[in-house]
């Protein structure tokens, strides 16, 4: 409708795409406002003596002057505003909210405003006082997690070097419960090795984990759209929970965590500062006893101890965990070889992908026990984690079916193939596999071997080992030559039956 009144953020919307060159229809389709609004607030910018760029930069109440000149807060607003000064004190209150503040001011004022623009102008209320919005925290519903700022210090034992560690701490929003741990440092498996151990205390999951901007938890810090850690992603994913990473530089995000942060110092560093520890385990178990002391310290403006709140109100309200417990997975690009295999950098162990994937970039994902690899978001493979180096783990139907027989390779699958043949054949190629200095280097050799099935056929391969055999001829070429140049002759001896001795015939020890 032509005669809406345009929020501030709309009127700017305006103002910038004008300044920008965009059409009116642009304008009205993408804000979205109608065609003749866009169409009147352009011509009331435009008419006026500044250029749409000061326009843009003047204060929203001074913007406002320019559409509704001579705008006067009726006195119905006053009474508002004069309320809201009331309403922020009552909100700091447990379990107060707008709804109830507006339910209230409407049973005294016959012309209230609605709920929704009660609510808006509330909100212009607090940022002209600068005053923070009060959440009302539901139970079960956040984990706030944070490092503390000072570090504590354990000693080597037997050098007696003092070493730094960092101090996780994680806060349950509705009950104000709190987890407190020592870490070697804030890098992927310490900080979710914390995170771990602190749903493990509290018995259950929140339905989202508040944290800062750790490289551990988001690769990508955004306002509306943060990229979050795919270590850290996996872990919410095997939690049945969300992340939500803070806005950079805004503590007040996670404000209950910095607050306990600010108490542990006196409650936790304070009491440490006198004793010595030796390993990160003995630092844990005096930090637990000090946060249990804590936890049950009754509250000065409230009922109860955070213990006590957490028991009543929020700990059945957390989601189960999971039957098992949280693996890190790490992860790694690869190039797909012409082998079908991709190199685990971490161990230079090589593990198969189907063979359509050669040449393609895949994504392998580690734990200690396991290997997955991806390709555009689908698993291609998985294998069992091998750390030998440069061996290969393959699977058979991942190989192009030219090289299947190849992969089959082996002293068995020889001595088998020899057996179909004959016993002399058999008992060739294994001779021929114990003289060799390689595995590869016999095999070789014994395909060789039955290769010249195909050309000289059964009978006389068998024969011709037979001969091999009897007088010692370990050899792949010889073996040949006899089939090729000998063989006749040497079937005649064998069935002539006693042995001629003439200098014109050569023998047998002539092909050795």
């Known amino acids: 409708m032509a005669n809406q009144i345009l929020s501030m953020n709309k009127l700017h919307l305006i103002l910038r795409f004008l300044i920008a060159g965009k059409s009116r229809r642009f304008i009205s389709r993408t804000i979205p406002v ?14 006026h003596p500044y250029s749409l760029a000061e326009l843009y930069k003047l204060p ?4 406002n002057e320019v559409i509704h000149p001579g705008f006067k807060p009726s006195s119905t607003q006053l009474e ?7 309403a922020v004190r009552q909100l700091k209150k447990v379990g107060v909210t707008k709804q109830h503040l507006w339910e209230n001011y409407k049973a005294e004022h016959a012309r209230c405003q ?12 607090l940022k002209s006082q600068q005053l923070s919005y009060v959440f009302d925290h539901k139970a079960g519903d956040k984990l706030m997690v944070d490092y503390a700022g000072k570090k504590l210090q ?8 003092v070493a730094s560690v960092e101090f996780f701490v994680g806060v349950l929003a509705c009950s104000g419960y709190t987890f407190a741990m020592a870490s070697k440092s804030q890098q992927s498996p310490d900080f979710l090795g914390c995170l771990g151990a602190c749903l493990d205390d509290i018995g259950g999951v929140p339905a989202a984990i508040v944290t800062d901007n750790l490289k551990p938890a988001v690769n990508k810090a955004s306002k509306y759209d943060p990229e979050i850690n795919s270590s850290m ?15 950079a530089y805004s503590p007040k995000d996670k404000a209950l965590v910095e607050g306990a942060v600010k108490i542990l110092y006196t409650r936790v560093y304070a009491k440490l500062a006198d004793k010595t520890f030796y390993s990160i385990h003995d630092l844990n178990v005096a930090i637990a006893e000090l946060v249990k002391v804590h936890n049950n310290m009754a509250y000065q403006n409230k009922i109860g101890s955070r213990i006590h709140q957490f028991e009543t109100l929020e700990k059945e309200k957390l989601k189960a965990l999971p039957a098992q417990a949280f693996e890190l997975s790490q992860y790694q690009l690869a190039k797909v070889h012409p082998n079908c295999h991709v190199v685990l950098s971490e161990d230079k162990h090589h593990y198969s992908v189907p063979y359509q994937y050669v040449g393609k970039k895949v994504k392998i994902k580690y734990s200690n026990e396991q290997v997955t690899i991806y390709w555009n978001y689908s698993q291609i493979a998985i294998h069992e984690r091998l ?13 192009h079916p030219k090289h299947k027989y190849y992969s089959n390779w082996s002293s068995d699958f020889f001595e088998a193939e020899g057996a179909k043949i004959g016993d002399n054949t058999q008992l060739l190629m294994n001779q021929i596999l114990a003289q060799s200095k390689h595995p ?9 071997v039955l290769q010249l099935k195909k050309k000289y056929g059964k009978e006389d391969l068998e024969l011709a080992c037979e001969i091999c055999i009897q007088y010692d001829i370990i050899s792949y070429r010889k073996l040949e030559y006899i089939l090729q140049n000998a063989l006749l002759d040497l079937k005649e001896n064998k069935q002539s039956g006693p042995k001629i001795d003439h200098r014109n015939i050569r023998g047998v020890s002539y092909y050795q």
């Open 114 to 125: 609605g709920y929704s623009q009660y609510c808006d102008h509330f909100s212009k209320y």
């Open 440 to 448: 590869e280097q016999g095999f070789k050799l014994c395909q060789g």
């Open 34 to 47: 109608s065609r003749k609004a866009v169409d009147k607030y352009a011509a009331l910018f435009e008419a």
């Open 154 to 161: 354990i000693v080597d034992y037997e050098t007696g070097e």
């Open 233 to 247: 992603a996996d872990f919410a994913q095997h939690y049945d929970t969300v992340v939500l990473p803070t806005r």
């Open 80 to 86: 508002l505003y004069e309320h809201f000064g009331w």
């Open 60 to 63: 929203e109440g001074e913007l």
């Open 387 to 399: 750390k030998t180096k440069h061996r290969y783990t393959t699977n058979t139907t991942h190989l």
